[in-house]
């Protein structure tokens, strides 16, 4: 499964400073462009309150979030489609990754150099998303003239690919990206397996600067950033990557002293890492009772005995049932036993299709 987020921008913007940030993984952070050169990969925890409300109420000796993966990935510049600044390689590595998180430069610095040297969010999201749409554009043209010939005789699969690489075109080529594109159920499953970098889903983030922080809708680099996204049916976020960096290395003591001195509630980190997980079409599950209060992710849409599977292969080979309450229930019952007395507490079997914030006990027999 390993469902990885990009971290994707212009170079020295403060990609590697946010992936820090959220998985401290210790990248190299430089104030030159191109600091990063081969992907850094790191795991990132999930913040989720709900974790701690279930650990509350349901004590264990050890409480485990779950996580998920980052890829931090080098700058891409103008031109990169065409191989500049090792474009082809960088657009490469964008290829691998499931979602986009777009890391836009929203903070004034004379010391951090900027590539184009002015700071101009819409213009730096222009240019990378310009660059990806022309990476994409020459993947359909190729893909075209090899389907094109195909779709001449009886050949209905190439026929049906022939169509949506016809839909596609038009639309790269007027500098959009695949993403603003409706897709019919059928047409679905051969954009995915077209591997466009621009169909891939996207979440902004302004890296803004530390002042900005308590209030990011002060930054008058913010505004226009969500406007942008709006019109993708985007989401942004405003995260001071350097600030939070710094943040993240305190203990917890500190870090709470530091937020409040910054009037803040919580970092805004939590709500990048949270949104990049919803962007992966991922969803949690929670395990109680036992040792440990654990949240485990899945794939939305997986069914119960694969989702016990993640747990232990075991699980699902044996799966017999589920017993499943939401959190929401818990929260509310406060026991499982009044869970269950008020009828909430569930049997699943094997077509079950999870939900997020399930709290799940798996019968298996192996
Ligand atoms: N919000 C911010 N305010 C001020 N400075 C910042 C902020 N975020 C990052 N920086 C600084 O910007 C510089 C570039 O950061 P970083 O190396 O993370 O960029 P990058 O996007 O990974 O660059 P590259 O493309 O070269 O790998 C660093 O000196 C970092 O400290
Ligand atoms: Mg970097």
Do not use: C
């Not at 959220?22 to 990248?27: E, H, K």
């Not at 709006?230 to 710094?246: D, H, P, Q, S, T």
């Not at 075991?314 to 499982?336: N, P, S």
């Amino acid at each position: 499964m390993a469902l990885t987020a990009g971290i994707v921008g212009l170079p020295n913007v403060g990609k590697s400073t946010l992936f820090n940030a959220i998985t401290n993984a210790g990248a190299e952070m430089a104030n030159y462009p191109f600091a990063t050169i081969d992907p850094n990969v790191g795991m990132v925890e999930v913040p989720d309150a709900r974790l701690d409300r279930i650990q509350e109420l349901i004590p264990a000796k050890k409480v485990v979030p779950t996580t998920f993966e980052f890829t931090d990935i080098a700058g891409i510049v103008k031109g990169a489609s065409k191989g500049e600044g090792l474009g082809n390689k960088f657009l490469e590595n964008i290829r691998q990754v499931d979602a986009i998180v777009h890391v836009v430069r929203a903070f004034d610095d004379d010391n951090i150099t900027h590539v184009s040297g002015k700071i101009d969010p819409l213009d730096d999201i222009e240019t990378i998303n310009l660059e990806l749409g022309l990476s994409d554009l020459e993947a359909v043209d190729k893909r075209l003239a090899k389907v094109q010939r195909a779709a001449k005789g009886s050949d209905k699969a190439a026929k049906a690919e022939l169509a949506v690489l016809e839909k596609i075109k038009p639309v790269l080529e007027a500098g959009k990206s695949v993403r603003t594109i409706d897709f019919t159920d059928d047409e679905k499953p051969i954009v995915k397996g077209l591997f466009l970098l621009t169909s891939k889903p996207v979440l902004y983030v302004a890296n803004i600067a530390e002042d900005d922080m308590a209030d990011p809708e002060n930054s008058k680099y913010f505004k226009p950033i969500q406007d942008y996204a709006a019109k993708e049916g985007a989401e942004a976020i405003a995260v001071a990557a350097e600030a939070e960096e710094e943040i993240a290395q305190l203990d917890d003591d500190e870090k709470a002293d530091f937020l409040e001195a910054e009037g803040v509630k919580e970092p805004g980190l939590n709500r990048l890492i949270r949104a990049s997980y919803h962007l992966l079409g991922l969803q949690t599950f929670f395990t109680a009772g036992g040792k440990e209060t654990r949240a485990w992710t899945f794939k939305k849409g997986t069914k119960a005995p694969q989702a016990a599977g993640i747990i232990h292969s075991d699980f699902e080979r044996g799966f017999i049932r589920a017993e499943v309450m939401a959190f929401e229930d818990l929260d509310k019952y406060q026991t499982q036993s009044a869970v269950k007395e008020a009828g909430k507490l569930r049997l699943e079997g094997k077509d079950y299709v999870m939900n997020d914030g399930d709290i799940v006990e798996f019968r298996f027999n192996v």
